[in-house]
């Protein structure tokens, strides 16, 4: 057979099959199966044909073996069940559960571990409302009565406040991986709507790998969560991805998951978007695109590792679709019957996800575990009546331990002016480059300018005052990030941090020998596209 990928089979070293029938019985296990790709849009032959191999080979090393699908299961039950007591003892409150998509809670369980095995020692979270309380609850590890208490109280008066306060909070923790690892969870707050966390959380990201240096990106790995109508249509994820790549802004790539439920408010998918798959708008980035059958956890625990290692060898975004369903409305007290009577009825008999796997797996055991697991929370839940103030589910980074707010103290106040010597000193490096560099000269004059003003021979102008500030501060070892648009020439030809050669475009740092101590320079980053 010939070489084509994700079309034929490769040959392999393999015993040959013996007749036509067991080659198409071994092409449809692996391209009419749970799993769907797209990767014909990635320019680049290699990065393509890794993904082959790991689709075309039957495990590639990984085996789903028995102690794996054990944890799969406590995860499974975990997610439903918790989704279960909170209907039964909340009902009528919204929560956005994750009910027909609880496989989100496995796969991020593989992201974790496979994360940590390649380096990983944090991960940075953004999602929407649906699945939130989930997440905090079996990803951040917050105690179930931290969750449980902001629904207990429903006086608006209370200090456990109100409303849609608790699907919109953020949470820390520490996860303990399948293999042993440890990695502090960072889910971000979103209290606005839907995509406009992503910036956020790769924002984070980014100036968290910047903090470690060296090893950042393969340490601080972001994962972002998104609906499937939000994914395909709202523009902040679009310009949150075009960055993805860019010098400036990229955090070695970021595992996009789209808890795909079919379903966009209570409009149904058919209408909700011109693409055949919500994920389509990721095709214009060289990235590959994962379809799975949310139902069958296994290929979704595959898909996640599968994912996690492409974006480590290969250092670009990465997307899951995981394709499933919603068990209620938009929120629990929407009546989604009234626009999906059809689809509804057939859900309202369709078993929880952690049933159907048990099944699949022979657990006979896990009724009895699914009774065990409800009890504790139950538990947690009768907890949570006794909480008299608000549960804070997360903890400020260490590097914030320095810092007060809210208060003032007399030895706050510290002398920020500088002495005209140390001005010079700063003009000096600012407004000289090298010998042989051809400056335009429009700058050579701009920069001419300012060694006068920084002689006190002329008033220093917005621009010249910006560079000392930053100037200043770089030297004193602060770390300074320009970003956007043209950062390093400046919006209004003011800046010029960066200088460029007018004959061959070399480009050059202004300030470049500023080094108060041996590194210093690294505080100065200047990001641009």
């Given at each position: 057979?010939?070489?084509?990928p994700?079309g034929?089979?490769r040959?392999?070293?393999?015993?040959?099959?013996?007749?036509?029938g067991?080659?198409?019985?071994?092409?449809?296990?692996?391209y009419?199966?749970?799993?769907?790709?797209?990767?014909?849009?990635?320019y680049?032959?290699?990065?393509?044909?890794?993904?082959?191999?790991?689709?075309?080979s039957?495990?590639q090393?990984f085996?789903?073996?028995?102690?794996?699908?054990?944890?799969?299961?406590?995860?499974l039950?975990?997610?439903d069940v918790?989704?279960?007591v909170?209907?039964?003892?909340?009902l009528?409150?919204?929560r956005?559960?994750?009910?027909?998509?609880?496989?989100l809670?496995?796969?991020?369980?593989?992201?974790?571990?496979?994360?940590?095995?390649?380096?990983?020692?944090?991960?940075?979270m953004?999602?929407?409302?649906?699945?939130r309380?989930?997440?905090?609850a079996?990803v951040?590890q917050?105690?179930?009565?931290?969750?449980f208490?902001?629904?207990?109280d429903?006086?608006?008066?209370?200090?456990?406040?109100?409303?849609?306060?608790?699907?919109?909070?953020g949470?820390?923790?520490?996860y303990?991986?399948?293999?042993?690892?440890?990695v502090?969870?960072?889910l971000?707050?979103?209290?606005?709507?839907?995509?406009a966390?992503?910036?956020v959380?790769?924002?984070?990201?980014?100036a968290k790998q910047?903090?470690?240096?060296?090893?950042?990106?393969?340490?601080?790995l972001?994962?972002?969560?998104?609906?499937d109508?939000a994914?395909?249509?709202q523009?902040?994820?679009?310009?949150?991805?075009n960055?993805?790549?860019?010098?400036g802004?990229?955090v070695?790539?970021t595992i996009?998951v789209?808890?795909?439920?079919?379903?966009?408010?209570?409009?149904?998918y058919?209408?909700?978007?011109?693409?055949?798959?919500?994920?389509?708008i990721?095709r214009?980035?060289?990235?590959?695109?994962?379809?799975?059958?949310g139902?069958?956890?296994d290929?979704?625990?595959?898909?996640?590792?599968?994912?996690?290692?492409y974006?480590?060898?290969?250092?670009t975004?990465?997307?899951?679709?995981?394709?499933?369903?919603?068990?209620h409305?938009?929120?629990?007290?929407?009546?989604?019957?009234?626009?999906?009577?059809?689809?509804?009825?057939?859900?309202?008999?369709?078993?929880p996800?952690w049933?159907?796997?048990?099944?699949d797996?022979g657990a006979?055991?896990?009724?009895?575990?699914?009774?065990?697991?409800?009890?504790?929370?139950?538990?947690?839940?009768?907890?949570?009546?006794?909480?008299?103030?608000?549960?804070?589910?997360r903890?400020?980074?260490?590097?914030?331990?320095?810092?007060?707010?809210?208060l003032?103290?007399?030895?706050?106040?510290?002398?920020t002016?500088?002495s005209?010597?140390?001005l010079?000193?700063?003009t000096?490096?600012l407004t000289?480059?090298?010998?042989?560099f051809?400056?335009?000269?429009?700058?050579?004059k701009l920069?001419?300018?300012?060694?006068?003003?920084?002689?006190?021979q002329r008033?220093?102008?917005?621009?010249?005052?910006?560079?000392?500030?930053?100037?200043s501060?770089?030297?004193?070892?602060t770390?300074?990030?320009f970003s956007?648009?043209?950062?390093?020439?400046?919006?209004?030809?003011?800046?010029?941090?960066?200088?460029?050669?007018?004959?061959?475009?070399?480009?050059?740092?202004?300030?470049?020998?500023?080094?108060?101590?041996?590194?210093?320079?690294?505080?100065?980053?200047?990001?641009?596209?």
């Amino acid at each position: 057979m010939t070489s084509t990928p994700l079309g034929f089979l490769r040959p392999r070293e393999t015993p040959e099959l013996e007749t036509e029938g067991e080659y198409a019985h071994e092409a449809r296990a692996i391209y009419s199966s749970t799993i769907g790709v797209e990767i014909n849009h990635i320019y680049n032959p290699e990065r393509r044909r890794w993904v082959y191999e790991q689709l075309e080979s039957p495990d590639q090393g990984f085996e789903i073996t028995e102690g794996i699908q054990h944890r799969i299961l406590d995860l499974l039950i975990r997610a439903d069940v918790f989704e279960q007591v909170m209907q039964q003892r909340y009902l009528g409150s919204k929560r956005f559960s994750l009910e027909g998509v609880t496989a989100l809670i496995p796969l991020v369980d593989e992201v974790l571990d496979t994360g940590s095995r390649l380096g990983a020692i944090e991960l940075v979270m953004g999602m929407s409302h649906r699945g939130r309380l989930n997440v905090i609850a079996h990803v951040a590890q917050r105690p179930p009565q931290e969750i449980f208490a902001g629904f207990e109280d429903v006086d608006p008066r209370s200090v456990l406040g109100s409303g849609d306060v608790k699907y919109h909070m953020g949470a820390t923790g520490e996860y303990s991986t399948r293999s042993g690892g440890k990695v502090h969870i960072h889910l971000v707050s979103n209290p606005s709507h839907l995509e406009a966390v992503d910036p956020v959380t790769v924002g984070r990201t980014r100036a968290k790998q910047d903090r470690t240096g060296e090893g950042g990106r393969e340490k601080y790995l972001p994962l972002l969560v998104h609906g499937d109508a939000a994914f395909a249509g709202q523009g902040i994820l679009a310009e949150t991805m075009n960055y993805a790549d860019l010098p400036g802004f990229t955090v070695g790539g970021t595992i996009h998951v789209i808890v795909n439920n079919l379903l966009g408010f209570t409009t149904s998918y058919t209408e909700e978007h011109s693409t055949r798959f919500a994920a389509c708008i990721a095709r214009r980035q060289s990235i590959p695109i994962f379809h799975v059958n949310g139902e069958d956890v296994d290929a979704v625990v595959r898909v996640a590792r599968i994912a996690t290692e492409y974006r480590y060898k290969f250092g670009t975004d990465v997307v899951i679709d995981l394709i499933g369903y919603r068990r209620h409305g938009h929120s629990e007290v929407d009546d989604p019957t009234i626009t999906q009577p059809l689809l509804y009825k057939k859900i309202k008999d369709h078993p929880p996800l952690w049933e159907i796997y048990a099944d699949d797996t022979g657990a006979d055991d896990a009724p009895a575990q699914a009774a065990a697991i409800r009890a504790e929370f139950e538990a947690a839940q009768k907890k949570a009546g006794s909480i008299k103030q608000k549960p804070l589910m997360r903890d400020l980074p260490q590097y914030w331990n320095t810092y007060y707010g809210g208060l003032y103290k007399p030895e706050f106040e510290v002398e920020t002016g500088l002495s005209s010597e140390e001005l010079s000193e700063l003009t000096t490096r600012l407004t000289t480059y090298p010998d042989g560099f051809h400056i335009h000269p429009k700058v050579k004059k701009l920069l001419e300018q300012r060694a006068e003003m920084g002689a006190g021979q002329r008033p220093v102008d917005y621009g010249m005052a910006e560079a000392l500030a930053f100037a200043s501060l770089v030297k004193a070892g602060t770390h300074v990030r320009f970003s956007g648009q043209d950062s390093r020439r400046g919006t209004f030809n003011q800046r010029h941090s960066v200088l460029t050669d007018i004959e061959n475009e070399k480009r050059i740092r202004a300030a470049r020998k500023h080094r108060a101590r041996p590194g210093a320079l690294r505080n100065l980053q200047l990001d641009t596209f």
